[in-house]
């Protein structure tokens, strides 16, 4: 329980309801209690007591009598008599109406505030208009915004935070604009020597006549023609008159050898030629480019005559323009009517590695009319069609053409003939066939053939003669056979088979004669044991058996299969 001192006035109006003696007597005893004298008949003083709640007043026992307690929740004030509470009622006549007094603010002028703040205006509202008029204003005073304290001291680093988790990839960007070319490649080697034409010899046979023997056997003996006869003498001139002779000039000194010249370009491979008796005298001479001659007692001579071509379109790195013939009419040279034959050779154009994405990139690298690529060409995105590469004949590194949608067959591969790297097709959900393909001759290291899920045949690689490491064909569901791989007889490294679900038969293998590290036929469930057990068969040299794993695929029925 709370005690405090009541003001001079509280004990006035108690001294009124209770009888007392006018005025006032303050005490500080220490206790914080007000001792209010009584009228004279009265000896015991009164203590005033606060409380919270009515209930938390005390019972009231004769200990208690006289004291007075104030509730703050009801404000109301009780009397104990020693028995009980009484409550007082201590509230006099209303009173007139007093007067209102009104605050106003405005920012306070900068005479008063260097640094801004508010100014309090103060007075009665003396005409009751709710307005605080200038001439009501009793009192003015400011508060005032504080300077600007120093900067305090920076806080210690808090610990990093735990990384959030990682966001949802974004979309893939447009393709970038197709970059600046390259500098040409340092020209590649000089090409192998072509394979010589078959080659003929003439021998003298000392009466008239010569054999003409070639080394595909074939043979022919002309004669000599006859002599024409002599033209008329012409007319001696008139001799002219001697001159003086002239001195000897001095032997001048022997000139320093030349330095040698660069190697020319490798000749084109010779032409085969036959030479067939004609039995009157005569014989023909046919070649396998096409051209032929007649040859009898005055064999007619052929030229040959070549142009270097500029830079063009045609032949990005210029090239070699060559034309065939027979002099007919004698004069040792090559005209428009005696040329029997043309051919056009454009030297080699090297590009880097690439990756084609879309249509354009496949129309702007196929500009380039590149021949050779150094490193490796990916092929994927929206690429629908590959013409334009017919060029491309050799890459250095891997061609790799994955996760297209649109592409359907390879054509326009027509030229290439070899892949240093890997060929992997993988993941093209159009893609029917290899159509395209027929020229490649040989896969660096592995062919990788796996979820083409339209793929139905590979006859595109008929010409497919040499695979350097693996080779895995896998989860191309609509294959039926491996029809295409008939030219490839060595499998260097592995052999796995798996989970083509149309596989019916290993037609296209017949040719494997040698497996390397390891052969795996597995979850194929088209394919019946006994077209296994005749492909295995047919290899001459397999793994070890513990490399050879062979399950889970289609019927055992024998009766499926007829041994070739």
Known sequence: ??????????????????????????????????????????????????????????????????????????????????????????????????????????????????????????????????????????????????????????????????????????????????????????????????????????????????????????????????????????????????????????????????????????????????????????????????????????????????????????????????EVGYDLDGNEKLDASEIVSTSTRCNPVVCSGTSLNTDNAVAAFAAQKCTRMEGSLTIGGTVSSLAGLETLLEITGALSIHDTTQLIDLTGLEGLKQIDGNLNLLNNVALLDLAGMESIVSVGTDLNLSENSALENLEGLAGLSSIGGSVTISGNSALTNLVGLEGVSVIEQRLTIVSNDSLTTLDGLEGIASIGVYLGILNNTSLPLCAIDLFVAGVGALPDAAAISISNNGSTDPGLCVAP
Not at 75 to 89: A, I, V
């Open 1 to 322: 329980m709370r005690r405090f001192n009541l003001s001079c006035c509280i004990g006035c109006v108690l001294g009124v309801v209770f009888v007392f003696a006018m005025g006032c007597k303050s005490e500080n005893n220490g206790g914080g209690s007000v001792s209010v004298e009584k009228n004279v008949a009265a000896t015991q003083h009164s203590t005033l007591n606060r409380v919270g709640q009515p209930t938390q007043l005390p019972d009231c026992a004769p200990a208690f009598n006289g004291e007075i307690y104030y509730v703050v929740s009801t404000s109301e004030f009780y009397y104990c008599n020693g028995h009980e509470f009484t409550q007082l009622d201590v509230q006099g006549a209303p009173g007139a109406d007093g007067i209102g007094w009104l605050v106003s603010t405005s920012a306070a002028p900068s005479a008063s505030c260097a640094a801004g703040g508010i100014q309090l205006s103060v007075g009665p509202d003396t005409n009751g208009d709710a307005i605080l008029a200038a001439d009501e204003v009793a009192s003015i005073e400011f508060v005032c915004n504080g300077v600007d304290g120093a900067d305090g001291t920076n806080g210690v680093d808090g610990a990093d935070g735990v990384d959030g988790i990682n966001g949802i990839d974004g979309m893939n960007g447009v393709d970038g604009a197709d970059g600046v070319d390259g500098t040409n490649g340092v020209d590649g080697a000089d090409g192998q020597d072509g394979v010589d034409g078959s080659s003929c010899s003439v021998t003298d046979n000392n009466d008239g006549t010569a054999t003409i023997a070639c080394d595909d056997g074939t043979s022919f003996t002309v004669t000599n023609g006859t002599d024409g006869k002599d033209g008329q003498d012409g007319q001696d001139g008139e001799d002219g008159q001697d001159g003086e002779d002239g001195q000897d000039g001095e032997d001048g000194q022997d000139g320093e050898d030349g330095q040698d010249g660069e190697d020319g370009q490798d000749g084109e491979d010779g032409t085969s030629c036959t030479v067939i008796d004609n039995e009157d005298g005569t014989a023909t001479i046919k070649c396998t480019d096409g051209t032929s001659a007649d040859i009898g007692s005055e064999p007619t001579p052929l030229i040959i005559r070549t142009t270097n071509l500029p830079v063009s379109s045609d032949c990005p790195s210029g090239g070699v323009f060559t």
